[in-house]
């Protein structure tokens, strides 16, 4: 057999009471890495890839419509790409990754996350229904029980982020706050440079 190696931050202490000793040593730990982890890392490359695309175009079309910083809906080259958002967005996961450890983040971007597609979807039925908008306009498979399925499960993950890290999603509650904050000030700067400007 070999020697138990203590782990960083009590990793043996939750292998030995998650899968048994014998799981705690060695071959354990290389059954864990490729059987868990590797599909793991595998599934939140795919993820990060897919954020890369999305998370700057945002910014971008925030930024274009006036509703954050103008140097954002700045594009470049000749693909006309959004560099200017990739590397605030570059910037924002190298703070996140060198501030806190793997499971606080899981929480504070699940909480989050769970909570603003929770209120898109909210904010999607609503409209649906003071709009009185046709059908085909919001086709939904198994509407309206899927969205309330999926609002459900958004509201369990947000109430189990709270439960078990309390002050890491009371963070992800200051960082909309702050958020917020920043965003009426941006369109404040931009009412009073329009009104400057006519």
């Given at each position: ?14 292998l ?19 059987g ?33 910083v103008?140097g ?5 080259g ?9 590397i ?12 806190a ?5 899981l929480?504070?971007?699940?909480f ?6 929770a ?5 999607l ?22 969205p ?21 999603s009371?963070?992800?509650?200051i ?11 941006i ?12």
């Amino acid at each position: 057999m070999f020697p138990v190696v203590p782990l960083a931050s009590g990793e043996y202490v939750y292998l030995r009471e998650a899968f048994g000793r014998p799981m705690a040593f060695l071959p354990g730990r290389i059954f864990l890495i490729v059987g868990f982890s590797a599909p793991i890392a595998i599934g939140l490359l795919s993820v990060i890839s897919a954020m890369i695309l999305a998370g700057p175009r945002v910014y971008y079309a925030m930024a274009r419509d006036g509703a954050f910083v103008d140097g954002l809906a700045r594009l470049k080259g000749r693909h006309q790409t959004p560099v200017y958002s990739i590397i605030l967005q570059g910037l924002l996961a190298i703070a996140m990754v060198l501030s806190a450890s793997f499971d606080k983040l899981l929480i504070y971007i699940g909480f989050t996350l769970s909570l603003f597609a929770a209120l898109t979807v909210c904010g999607l039925l609503l409209i649906r229904k003071r709009n009185n908008a046709p059908v085909a306009d919001y086709r939904t498979w198994g509407y309206p029980v899927t969205p309330l399925v999926f609002i459900a499960g958004n509201l369990w993950i947000i109430y189990y982020s709270i439960m078990i890290k309390p002050l890491v999603s009371a963070v992800g509650l200051i960082t909309i706050g702050i958020g917020i904050l920043v965003y009426l000030l941006i369109k404040r700067l931009h009412a009073k440079e329009n009104k400057g400007r006519s």
